[in-house]
C-alpha cells in the first residue's frame, strides 16, 4: 500500500527550514528518502532502518517512528539545491533497495531566493 | 563509469506497435528493476531482476515484459502498445547488500 505524504508542496524561502512528513498504514522495516530534480533521475539520499540505525546525506536529517510507521525529513537553513520532488518509499522486508519499495507520491519543494 | 543508461531517451508510438527500452549498467550491480512514473502517481514498480536470468514482478506488470540475460542489461519490452503506457520510464540498480539504488536518465513514452 502506498505510503502517504504531506505535505504534497511547499514553497520556501533560502534559509528556511522544512519537514516533509511519510506514513504507511502498514509495519515497516525501513524508510528510504530520494530527491528528484525536474527532469532527472531519483537520487538516494538516505534510509531508515528499524531499530534507530541512520545514515545521513548532505545536511539533510530524518527520523523513523516505528511504532507510529511514520518517517520525517528535516531540511534545516534550505539551499536553493535543495528544491525538488522528494519521495519516500517503504519496506515491509529486510534487505530492500528501491526494487523492493512502495514509494509515495512525492512533496515538491521549492526554494527562493 | 557511466552508471545506468538508458536509451533512447524519447520515444513516440502508435497503439499497437511494439518496442523495447534498453537499460545497461556498468556497475555490476546484480539487482536491476523497471518503474514508470505518472504525474502525480510517484514511482511503480514494474519488473525487477535480482540476477540473470531471473526477473519477477513489481506492482505494475501488465502490459510489459523482461529478460535478463546478462549482468549488465535488462531491457523492458511493450509488446502492444497502449496510449495508458505514455509515462516516463527509469530503470535502476544496485548491489546486494546496498540499499543505495542508482537511476537512468529515464525514457519518455508517448504513445497515441
Known amino acids: ?113 | 563509469n557511466a552508471g545506468v543508461t538508458q536509451t533512447p531517451k524519447f520515444q513516440v508510438l502508435k497503439t499497437g506497435q511494439s518496442m523495447t527500452l534498453q537499460c545497461a549498467q556498468d556497475m555490476n550491480h546484480e539487482y536491476m528493476s523497471w518503474y514508470r512514473q505518472d504525474p502525480g502517481m510517484g514511482l511503480r514498480l514494474i519488473h525487477y531482476s535480482v540476477g540473470a536470468g531471473i526477473t519477477d514482478q513489481g506492482e505494475v506488470p501488465n502490459g510489459y515484459n523482461v529478460s535478463r540475460s546478462t549482468t549488465e542489461d535488462f531491457p523492458l519490452r511493450l509488446l502492444s502498445a497502449a496510449p495508458s503506457q505514455t509515462s516516463v520510464y527509469f530503470c535502476a540498480s544496485r548491489n546486494r547488500g546496498s540499499e543505495n539504488s542508482f537511476f537512468g536518465s529515464g525514457t519518455q513514452l508517448s504513445v497515441l
Request: aromatic share 10%; glycine share 12%; proline share 4%.
Open chain 1, 1 to 113: 500500500q502506498q505510503p502517504v505524504q504531506s505535505p504534497q508542496a511547499v514553497i520556501l524561502r533560502e534559509g528556511e527550514d522544512a519537514v516533509i512528513n511519510c506514513s504507511s498504514s502498514k509495519a515497516l522495516y525501513s524508510v528510504h528518502w530520494y530527491r528528484q530534480k525536474h527532469g532527472e533521475a531519483p537520487v538516494f539520499l538516505m534510509i531508515l532502518l528499524k531499530g534507530g540505525e541512520q545514515k545521513g546525506h548532505e545536511k539533510i536529517s530524518a527520523s523513523f517512528n516505528e511504532k507510529k510507521q511514520q518517517s520525517s525529513l528535516y531540511l534545516t537553513a534550505s539551499q536553493l539545491s535543495y528544491s525538488g520532488t522528494y519521495f519516500c518509499g517503504t519496506d515491509m522486508y529486510s534487505g530492500g533497495g528501491a526494487d523492493g519499495l512502495t514509494f509515495g507520491k512525492g512533496t515538491h519543494l521549492i526554494i527562493q531566493p
